[in-house]
């Protein structure tokens, strides 16, 4: 049985050839292949994250930098702008890590604001760092990052500002060092179109120098740590090597396509999906602040999607239901990483189809 | 140019089948496929972890859960067991989790005893966990881990066992119920033969009962946020499919080889690498405490290992040079892993036809 196209947001379809290089044999960790191998990523991904800055890749999911970043960046108090469910988790990692979170809450599906995070900073003067979700894949939203970080900086030039980008870094535009960014995260399984079990991340030299002063940073994601240790080439553990064989064929493939490009590509296919869906459907984030990378489609049709998910999977593709509190009153259709506006063509016509027998036959 | 068969303690040589299972097509981590694949690997990690009980695993290196062990079931107060590198290593990533640590230093080289555990327990009645690894792969001794935890069992019921069972898992008995063990940690890229990117743990519910009254357990490597997960068949965060899929092939050729048949060849493996080293150098480990996994080689020739190395290299074979401070005093074979008999025997008359070259010629 051939697995499923996957029109979920992560992981996402991982090229042959990007596949079949996890297979190379191993190596050392502490030999010159290996430093070969790493020192050959940095540049790439500093063209992917858009900084001349410093970028660290750690074996762990995207989860595990939103843990390096409040850990080693947030001494005691944080502010977390939050309109989805991954704004959410961060807030609760930043709490289970023992700072104090000011959580900023607006309505899912609503975009976020430059003034959402304004009016926390003046009510919250010793807050240390804002945290934003770039790309909200449980509502379809993509907030404002330059914005927000520009109206930061204005405001509290001394607070620093991290950004997960976990599903949109490789699908839109993301500009670490043009907008201001102190720590960008994301993750290999999503507009990288790696296997998961990556992550990466660019961090200011203003940031690290303020995680000399946070206390009990841990170890395997201490942000100093992994910078160290970069220096020269290595990661301070065992890292996930035959995951860095892939990146090491995947971000020349994607530099290959060009960032631009990339970036476009996706604007497109969500122009496109976007569009059927607000005929046939509706669409659950406001508009002007529609991702890239993937549609909420809101339910107003009262579809199973269960069974719509059934059917797609007999055409050899799979999509997302929504996302926890909106699951049945949405869909989720990523337009990620390797997939084309050609798959997405025949996403649509597959659904069409479906809705003609079920809905309307 | 093909990659050198690798004599190091990790990563080791990864059979051809397990390579190319990690590029099977991927799949989503919230579906049936990846649940099947999940529930698959449990009763086999808990067959090669002798254990009936909960088997966790991570994406991360063994250094990820060194950092959950102490920070999920330490609240206070860690007694660490040193005689090398990485009991050394543990002690520091617990005290950057804000744990006090009581060390206890013993010499490089010589094993760790009962009596060890025992004076610190009395001396520190408050001392919550202790931790020790079974196999310091920097000096070649390997701990008596059974009499350790049978000791600190009898003295100090309530103190949990925390084992470092890095390079020793699948490549030497442990028995995590027979001895009593509240925690055991494992890499993927050791005796397991895995590519690196995996951590697995076998988990005590009395150590799981102690981490609730943990605060700020952080979130990656809580284990009670991996239990819960794992109860659905599921990880916290997106784990490292591909090498799931690995490990999947990987540990049904190791059961398939026996668990008992793989101690038994890497002991003969031992034996004979043992033998041979304290004919033509020295043996760097106390009697008694030798590792069934790793030969560290007392250096008494003063041979270059960085030359011998690079003859090896030209053989298709690469050994370890001597762990921080033991290089130059030290080299290190690895045996362990997909590593049989006959690969060892080559080995050593590639490194006898060197000696006939180099030294006595």
Redesign the interface.
């Known amino acids: 049985m051939?697995?499923p196209m996957?029109f979920?947001p992560?992981?996402?379809?991982?090229p042959?050839e990007v596949?079949?290089a996890?297979?190379?044999?191993?190596?050392?960790?502490r030999?010159p292949?290996f430093t070969a191998l790493f020192e050959g990523l940095i540049p790439r991904l500093q063209a992917v994250f858009r900084t001349r800055g410093r970028v660290l890749l750690v074996?762990?999911?995207?989860?595990?930098l939103?843990?390096a970043g409040v850990?080693s960046l947030v001494r005691r108090k944080v502010i977390c702008l939050i309109n989805g469910a991954f704004g959410e988790r961060w807030a609760?990692?930043a709490q289970?890590?023992?700072k104090e979170v000011v959580p900023v809450q607006v309505e899912w599906g609503r975009g976020l604001r430059p003034e959402h995070a304004l009016e926390a900073l003046a009510a919250h003067p010793d807050a240390e760092a804002i945290t934003v979700v770039h790309n909200e894949t449980s509502t379809g939203v993509m907030n404002p990052v330059a914005e927000i970080a520009a109206a930061v900086r204005d405001a509290s030039p001394d607070v620093l500002i991290l950004v997960d980008a976990v599903s949109s870094l490789g699908g839109a535009p993301l500009e670490t060092d043009a907008w201001g960014l102190d720590f960008v995260l994301t993750?290999s399984?999503k507009c990288l179109a790696l296997?998961?079990?990556l992550a990466f991340c660019a961090v200011s030299d203003r940031a690290l120098a303020k995680a000399h002063e946070v206390?009990?940073?841990?170890?395997?994601?201490?942000l100093l740590t992994l910078a160290r240790y970069a220096e020269r080439g290595e990661t301070?553990?065992?890292?996930?090597?035959?995951?860095l064989y892939?990146a090491d064929v995947q971000l020349a493939r994607i530099l290959e396509e060009g960032l631009e490009v990339r970036w476009e590509r996706h604007r497109r296919m969500a122009e496109r999906v976007q569009a059927w869906a607000a005929e046939r459907f509706g669409l659950f984030a406001e508009a002007g602040f529609r991702s890239w990378t993937l549609t909420c489609v809101a339910n107003t049709r009262g579809i199973d999607v269960g069974v719509l998910n059934a059917f797609l999977r007999s055409r050899g593709k799979?999509i997302s239901s929504g996302y926890g509190p909106l699951k049945g009153k949405t869909f989720r259709i990523a337009h990620m990483g390797e997939i084309q506006p050609h798959h997405v063509e025949e996403l649509l016509a597959d659904i069409e189809e479906w809705l003609r027998r079920e809905v309307s036959g």
């Open positions: 051939s697995a996957l979920i992560g992981p996402t379809w991982v042959e596949a079949r996890q297979a190379r044999p191993m190596i050392g960790h030999g292949e074996t762990a999911s995207g989860t595990g939103w843990e850990r609760h990692v289970a890590n023992g993750s399984q296997p998961p079990g206390p009990h940073r841990g170890y395997y994601f201490d301070p553990a065992t890292p996930a090597i035959s995951l892939a799979v």
